[in-house]
């Protein structure tokens, strides 16, 4: 099937594959909830469903895969439930990181790292700094992250930059401004998938996703597999992404 948009995505046979796919992995809290289990527990499923997709997105052909998993807003929850998301993260990428690396997968962490305890940046850099020369597939964990706040961060960047006559505000542009971002260097969101039925950004990637094609699943963030993963790009597919243009064959 060949699109008329295939500049920003590749073919994989009747699937037209996304090449960055973001993923809003909500839904762990009910998961939880609705078996008599602490919310916590979902959140450590959760970990489960994240392993499978990014194995799925692989085999799929997707090429860069960003999760959010701790929001700059998620602050607003309970101490105890913030603690056990700062200790999944830290323990899923320690125990993950020599498997991704092995199999090519660079890891970017997203988000701002104040607030961030030096136990887990430690092992944030590590992670980043051990697979910064993989080229097979790249897994941004957006954590601590938010969307205005990337902008604002990017904006102190520049502001910063024209102050030490670095740089001149007239040659800002929309790619300027995007190397100054977190995804700096990354293409945009084609597709954005949310998981456990909300219909909501909450503030993932406002600036990246300006053109993606979302997609709102009613399941579940840990029952989310690859079959899941499958459904949602054979959505992507029989989706018409415009740009402001007019299809192929209307002008
Ligand atoms: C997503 O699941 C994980 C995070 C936001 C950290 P939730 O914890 O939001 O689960 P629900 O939405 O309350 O079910
Ligand atoms: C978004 O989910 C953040 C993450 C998945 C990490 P939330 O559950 O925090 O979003 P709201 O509060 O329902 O919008
Ligand atoms: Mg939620």
């Known amino acids: 099937m060949t699109s008329a948009n295939s500049a920003s995505d590749t073919t994989g046979g009747d699937l037209r594959i996304p090449r960055h796919v973001a993923i809003i992995m909500d839904g762990n809290g009910r998961w939880a909830q609705s078996r008599g289990r602490p919310r916590a527990f979902g959140h450590s499923r959760g970990v489960e469903a994240v392993r499978a997709t990014v194995q799925a997105a692989g085999d799929m052909g997707i090429t860069q895969l960003t999760v959010f998993s701790f929001s700059t807003e998620n602050w607003n929850r309970p101490a105890e439930e913030v603690g056990a998301l700062f200790d999944l993260m830290g323990r899923y990428v320690r125990a993950d990181l020599a498997s991704l690396d092995k199999k090519g997968v660079r890891i970017r962490i997203l988000g701002r790292r104040d607030g961030l305890n ?53 040659v800002i542009d929309e790619d300027v401004f995007s190397q100054a971002l977190d995804t700096h260097d990354l293409d945009d969101v084609d597709l954005l998938i949310r998981t456990s039925g909300e219909m909501r950004i909450s503030n993932f990637l406002l600036w990246q996703a300006a053109y993606a094609e979302m997609i709102f699943m009613d399941v579940l963030w840990p029952d989310f597999d690859g079959d899941h993963l499958r459904k949602a790009l054979e959505e992507f597919s029989s989706r018409n992404r415009r740009y402001g243009g007019l299809d192929a064959g209307a002008a």
């Open 118 to 170: 030096d136990d887990l940046l430690r092992i944030i850099e590590d992670a980043e700094t051990r697979t910064q020369d993989n080229t097979a597939f790249q897994l941004n964990i957006a954590f601590n992250y938010g969307g205005r706040d990337e902008i604002v961060r990017a904006t102190r960047t520049l502001g910063e930059k024209i102050r030490c006559g670095q740089l001149d505000p007239e």
